[in-house]
């Protein structure tokens, strides 16, 4: 035997690796915000978390044994997660102590960091309020008090609720398996939270409140400047097309996750899917009415959206509501006006970068729709994607009349078509935005509903794994913010193809998925982060979602995906 392998007692020391080979020893019981401080000199961002031993863990997490601790800072995606979750809870803190009996509501995100914040009720609150709630946001981050975290037992958590008039809050919680629940304190404010948050409030010093219509923009930083806030752009379309699937959700009586689960429960789920179901129809027989009124003036739809949009889909639909309205739709595929491989312009690491737009043949692709919409003929092009060169495609003509549907990334972008008149052209944006939150104050990411929808279809169409999809996730997002959300606002019409059920429908199907991916992978901690979010709805089965429905696109068996409706002489 070894003699210098034995017995010892447990030092008073613990030993922390850093992910750059440094070792930082501490007293055993140190939290992770005190080792934190070090390193934080390294780190131009402000470091609000870590990950332990391969799992995220809050700032007031303690070390009791040798570790591995990645610093998380509010350049990434978790970090950024950490602080706008806390400068929620920030912001209720503040209106509570000055408006102790109105009830401040957390709608959506919108572009440019923000969300959407509103009173509830009619009554909103004038720029003298409003600068009265970012005072006091302040003084408490001045004062830099402590943000609790405590278990409570989950029956005293509903009456706490119940008792403060939080009734979509005791509704979500009725449905909730586990009999406690975390709660996060600032003084004598509590209230739960979907993840965890920052230690104090001192942390939360970038933020600004902007008067919007109806309500108020709870600004913060973005990643990609952390401590600073960007300008913020007018989006009425946007706002407008929350509203609009806010008035749905009144007229489905829903207002949170928690009536979503009642419904499930009452029986009445059927009659939800039916009616989220006919009012997509109603938007989509609009928008090809809208069309129709501009026939013989609006010849190339262009349809444009972040991924998992269900932009097919919907362009489908569309394209049937149209025939229905004596139009015939013809499509043009954007891929195959790539330039060649060679001539592809290059990101910042070097690599092709097949999303920018210099990746397009745009002198091209604006000659052949001047002339298709003169009626010539014209032989559109082919791009082989194995030798990555463009090549002779079909002969067509159309059709006095007859629509062009164009789909891309950068269908909105009025580069994409520089030399067709604007008022040829009716620009569609297609996203799935969310609305239907937890509470009035949780979130459900409109990003995470698109993750989710891709994950399922992924795993069932392309053979990727739920690891390789949310590898991928982080490049398809950049690509969406460099290329699709800055011209967003540039539409004619917003669709908004999220569906209210739609969770309750792909939690059975991502739940078996999400637990493939091993524990200590990257991926682990978006997977551990998935898995809590589905765990509020109640599973439903699929089984009576038209097979028309845009959610079809994504768990299968729907009745467009071989639709075809063009008809063109070709030669």
Same mark, same amino acid.
């Given at each position: 035997m070894d003699g210098n392998i034995k017995f010892d007692k447990l030092s008073d020391t613990v030993f922390v690796n850093l992910p750059d080979g440094r070792a930082i020893s501490a007293p055993r019981g140190t939290t992770v915000e005190k080792l934190m401080a070090l390193v934080q000199k390294d780190y131009a961002a402000q470091i609000v978390g870590a990950v332990v031993n391969k799992s995220l863990k809050e700032l007031t997490y303690p070390i009791y044994y040798e570790s591995e601790v990645v610093p998380v800072a509010m350049d990434?995606? +978790?970090? !950024?997660?950490? *602080?706008?979750?806390?400068?929620? !809870? $920030? $912001?209720e803190?503040?209106?509570?102590?000055? *408006?102790? @009996?109105? *009830?401040v509501v957390i709608d959506h995100s919108v572009s440019f960091g923000g969300y959407f914040c509103r009173v509830e009720g009619k009554e909103q609150l004038n720029q003298e309020g409003l600068d009265e709630l970012n005072n006091k946001m302040r003084e408490l981050v001045a004062q830099n008090i402590s943000v609790e975290r405590k278990e409570v037992n989950l029956q005293e958590a509903i009456a706490y609720f119940k008792a403060n008039g939080h009734n979509d809050k005791a509704q979500l919680l009725k449905h909730r398996k586990k009999d406690y629940l975390m709660m996060y304190y600032i003084g004598d404010h509590r209230d739960y939270h979907h993840g965890y948050m920052v230690p104090s409030t001192g942390y939360l010093k970038w933020f600004a409140i902007e008067m919007a219509e109806g309500g108020f923009t709870l600004r913060f930083p973005r990643r990609a400047t952390p401590q600073e806030i960007q300008p913020l752009h007018n989006y009425p379309l946007l706002l407008e &097309?929350?509203?609009?699937?806010? @008035?749905?959700?009144?007229? $489905?009586?829903? @207002?949170?996750?928690?009536?979503l689960n009642d419904a499930i429960t009452d029986g009445r789920i059927q009659e939800v899917v039916l009616v989220s179901e006919a009012l997509h129809d109603l938007h989509i027989s609009r928008i090809a009415g809208q069309i129709a009124d501009r026939k013989g003036e609006a010849r190339v739809i262009l349809i444009a959206g972040p991924s998992s949009s269900g932009k097919t889909t919907s362009s489908k639909r569309l394209s049937v509501q149209l025939l229905a309205h004596g139009l015939q739709p013809f499509p043009l595929e954007l891929d195959n006006y790539f330039v060649d491989r060679d001539d592809t312009p290059l990101d910042e690491n070097g690599s092709f970068d097949f999303e920018h737009i210099d990746a397009l043949n745009r002198k091209r692709l604006n000659s052949d729709i001047r002339r298709l919409i003169a009626g010539e003929k014209v032989q559109l092009p082919r791009f082989d994607f194995v030798s990555g060169t463009s090549t002779p495609g079909d002969v067509v003509q159309l059709r006095k009349d007859q629509i062009i549907i164009l789909e891309g990334i950068h269908g909105l972008n009025p580069a994409l078509l520089e030399d067709i008149p604007s008022s040829s052209t009716f620009r569609i944006y297609i996203s799935a935005l969310t609305q239907l939150n937890l @509470?009035?104050?949780?979130?459900?990411?409109?990003? +995470? &509903?698109?993750?989710?929808?891709?994950?399922?279809? +992924?795993a069932r169409t392309r053979g990727y794994t739920p690891q390789e999809t949310i590898s991928r996730w982080e490049s398809v997002r950049l690509g969406e913010k460099r290329y699709i959300f800055p011209y967003q606002e540039y539409a004619d019409v917003m669709f908004n193809s999220a569906l209210v059920y739609e969770l309750a429908a792909l939690k059975p199907l991502a739940e078996p998925l999400l637990r493939q991916v091993p524990f200590g992978t990257p991926e682990h901690i978006e997977v551990k982060r998935l898995l809590a979010l589905l765990e509020w709805f109640l599973p439903i089965e699929t089984e009576f979602i038209p097979d028309n429905s845009i959610l079809r696109e994504f768990i299968g068996k729907s009745i467009l995906r071989d639709f075809k409706v063009w008809k063109y002489n070709n030669q």
């Open positions: 990434t995606s +978790d970090g !950024m997660r950490i *602080y706008r979750r806390s400068l929620i !809870m $920030l $912001l803190t503040a209106f509570a102590q000055l *408006y102790p @009996d109105k *009830y &097309t929350f509203r609009q699937y806010g @008035d749905w959700l009144e007229l $489905l009586e829903l @207002d949170s996750v928690g009536s @509470d009035h104050q949780n979130r459900v990411s409109t990003t +995470d &509903t698109r993750l989710l929808r891709r994950i399922v279809r +992924d």
